[in-house]
């Protein structure tokens, strides 16, 4: 079993910018690989970044030069910090993480969500 839990979201102004924190906890458990989805209303989930085991990097063309995803193998956490945000970035961000533990092996666990608001 996997849990997320995530943090950072909240309210800017566009051209502020945000971090988003997603932690994974568990027993024992093996991550094979982070991303950041979001969710607009009436929109569909789309993702927004994703990284790798070895580290390499996926990007919507929407964010690319202004998000940056990272992780913290130490903590099993992920980040997205957001620059230069725009309105059309409001959304709810989720956080996924594909994970091997007893159970199962390439479960995709799903955090929360935290809410994205950028207005003026």
């Known amino acids: 079993q996997v849990q997320l839990v995530e943090s950072g979201g909240g309210l800017v102004q566009p051209g502020g910018s945000l971090r988003l924190s997603c932690a994974a906890s568990g027993s024992s458990f093996t991550i094979n690989a982070m991303g950041w989805y979001r969710q607009a209303p009436g929109k569909q989930r789309e993702l927004v970044a994703a990284?790798?085991?070895?580290?390499?990097?996926t990007y919507a063309d929407s964010v690319k030069g202004r998000f940056t995803i990272s992780k913290d193998n130490a903590k099993n956490t992920v980040y997205l910090q957001m620059n230069s945000l725009k309105p059309e970035d409001t959304a709810v961000y989720y956080c996924?993480?594909?994970?091997?533990?007893?159970?199962?092996?390439?479960?995709?666990?799903w955090g929360q969500g935290t809410q994205v608001t950028v207005s003026s």
């Open positions: 996924n993480v594909e994970a091997d533990d007893g159970l199962a092996r390439g479960y995709d666990y």
């Open positions: 990284i790798r085991k070895a580290g390499s990097t």
